[in-house]
T-cell receptor, first 117, second 113 residues
């Protein structure tokens, strides 16, 4: 069964510092995708970054990078140079299957990040 | 390009009633997914549609149903509302071949009294 674990319910980070949000997953399917979403207080989910299980390199998108450790089944999100606007809930998610035939998306419980000026 | 739109944004219903929520995906997106978000259960997948066909379904009772039209717009319906159906209902659309990159709408906040 699919499962996503985010062990940090809440985190604080100083503005301009880097922060790592943890995510571990459980799947027996060799093909899967991992995602991170941001949900500000406004409620709208924002796609941040994607990592495929067969991707050789860690994904990066601007200030966001995904530290993918396949053997440990972890997909931590690293935010560099935190900004006040980064304060939000962050969700790790997974979808089993190949790009042409995906299964449903499973979300983790989320981590609340607060950036301190 | 306009984002995903959901209507209505807020809704108050009483137990036993039914409700229909609407989602218009980003132009060119043919895949639409629905999620329920509650403080207790978090984000849970409801169903996914592609080209008017339900492609995936989550673990929700039959009171929850959906459909997709030829223009990719989607609706979800909840019949015989229960208090536990109070939630934020999120719709997301994605481009074919990039289903991992979902663009979410602002959601519909449903309150059942």
């Amino acid at each position: 069964a699919q499962k996503i674990t985010q062990t940090q319910p809440g985190m604080f980070v100083q503005e301009k510092e880097a922060v790592t949000l943890d995510c571990t997953y459980d799947t027996s399917d060799p093909s899967y995708g991992l995602f991170w979403y941001k949900q500000p207080s406004s409620g709208e989910m924002i796609f941040l970054i994607y990592q495929g299980s067969y991707d050789q390199q860690n994904a990066t998108e601007g200030r966001y990078s995904l530290n993918f450790q396949k053997a440990r089944k972890s997909a931590n999100l690293v935010i560099s140079a935190s900004q006040l606007g980064d304060s939000a809930m962050y969700f790790c998610a997974m979808r089993e299957g190949r790009k042409t035939s995906y299964d449903k998306v499973i979300f983790g419980p989320g981590t609340s990040l607060s950036v301190i000026p | 390009k306009a984002g995903v739109t959901q209507t209505p944004r807020y809704l108050i219903k009483t137990r036993g009633q039914q409700v229909t929520l609407s989602c218009s995906p980003i132009s060119g997106h043919r895949s639409v997914s629905w999620y329920q978000q509650t403080p207790g259960q978090g984000l849970q997948f409801l169903f996914e549609y592609f080209s008017e066909t339900q492609r995936n379904k989550g673990n929700f009772p039959g009171r929850f149903s959906g459909r997709q039209f030829s223009n990719s717009r989607s609706e979800m319906n909840v019949s015989t509302l229960e208090l536990g159906d109070s939630a934020l209902y999120l719709c997301a659309s994605s481009f074919r071949g990039r289903e991992y990159e979902q663009y979410f709408g602002p959601g519909t906040r449903l309150t059942v009294t």
